[in-house]
């Protein structure tokens, strides 16, 4: 019971650190996906696949490479010159979908209380700082609340969609695209750019489990929840061709086939977005000690500073541009980990 509450503790941190704004809100899931109509389901699921084999690897090379943050582990997977010029990049990754995440909660709370964003996202910011005081135990808490919930509330908006007229043909419909054969990239970038992203939090989990066969349980495990999610996502957001339109589709989804549970829902993707954010901040504030000995709530407080000041331009366009370009840049990053012997 106690090592099935660790493996749960992994995938559950997993999910949530991959988890964030553009996945809860459903707008990550259409530009990766759900745009391609049935060409995204088959794209899911190469996804899901990567996503289990190569959070399995991550999580065991983290123990093996013996790292103490996420720019030791890029000079172990790298090499010392090439690993330096990748930590500058996805510390700037991290920075930028922080502010992302940032912009995505100060979306959900302009549409529930319809206050100036700039408020939600000062709430958030502090909320932030407070459970990360507490440190990788903060993190674990919040996601084996919001990850449970987040898989139930998708289950019942694919069935609320499939009673109110939701047609076959939606799904298996592929539209035109002037790039179709970007699909066949999609999945491939979009799981280089979460795994790059999540080895900040993936090495201080590995230190602190340290039992490989947990680890990698976990990973499988949490590679399989995400799969269903994703699965999930994209049948509830093929209702709408026109997806792509709306800043928070999966909200609007649940407003149109379940009115009455509209509020609720917006509460689960303000969670949603709250994991990838303190993940992310837990992982820069990580690196940041290990070069200036500040107290954790000096760098924290700077770090919402500067991704504020990111997050004021919109959402949906910092998005849609930032996480294809993320995507593709971590590919490579993909590639090194697959040849890397682990034992």
């Not at 419909?173 to 900040?200: E, K, R, T």
């Not at 993936?202 to 489990?209: K, N, S, T, V």
């Not at 990973?219 to 999930?232: D, S």
Request: proline content about 3%; some cysteine; aromatic content about 18%.
């Amino acid at each position: 019971m106690r090592d099935f509450k660790k493996v749960w503790q992994v995938a559950t941190v997993y999910v949530g650190t991959v988890v964030g704004a553009g996945f809860a809100t459903g707008k990550e899931i259409v530009e990766f996906f759900s745009q391609f109509g049935l060409l995204g389901l088959f794209e899911i699921i190469v996804a899901g696949y990567l996503f289990i084999y190569f959070g399995n690897k991550m999580m065991l090379s983290s123990v093996q490479s013996k790292s103490n943050d996420y720019f030791e582990y890029n000079q172990w997977l790298f090499g010392k010159l090439f690993g330096r010029f990748l930590n500058l990049l996805f510390f700037i990754m991290l920075l930028g979908v922080t502010a992302v995440m940032l912009a995505g909660s100060g979306e959900v709370i302009f549409e529930q209380f319809h206050t100036q964003k700039w408020i939600g996202m000062i709430f958030t910011s502090t909320l932030a700082i407070i459970v990360m005081l507490w440190g990788i135990n903060g993190l674990s808490i919040v996601n084996m609340f919001v990850v449970p919930s987040m898989i139930s509330f998708n289950i019942i908006l694919v069935i609320m969609a499939v009673r109110n007229g939701f047609e076959l043909d939606k799904l298996l419909f592929i539209p035109y695209h002037d790039h179709l054969w970007i699909a066949i990239v999609m999945p491939f970038a979009y799981v280089a750019f979460n795994l790059s992203l999540s080895q900040a939090v993936f090495l201080p989990l590995a230190r602190e489990i340290k039992n490989p066969e947990i680890l990698q349980k976990g990973a499988v495990l949490g590679g399989v929840l995400l799969t269903l999610i994703l699965l999930l996502s994209h049948v509830s957001l093929s209702v709408f061709r026109d997806a792509q339109s709306f800043t928070i589709p999966t909200a609007t989804v649940m407003k149109w086939v379940a009115p009455f549970l509209h509020d609720f829902y917006l509460m689960i993707i303000f969670g949603e977005i709250f994991t990838t954010i303190i993940g992310n901040a837990f992982g820069l504030e990580q690196q940041i000690t290990q070069k200036l000995k500040w107290h954790s709530v000096y760098i924290y407080f700077f770090l919402f500073v500067a991704c504020f000041a990111i997050a004021q331009f919109e959402y949906a366009p910092l998005l849609s541009f930032l996480y294809p370009l993320f995507g593709y840049l971590s590919i490579l990053f993909l590639g090194i980990l697959l040849f890397k012997k682990i034992n």
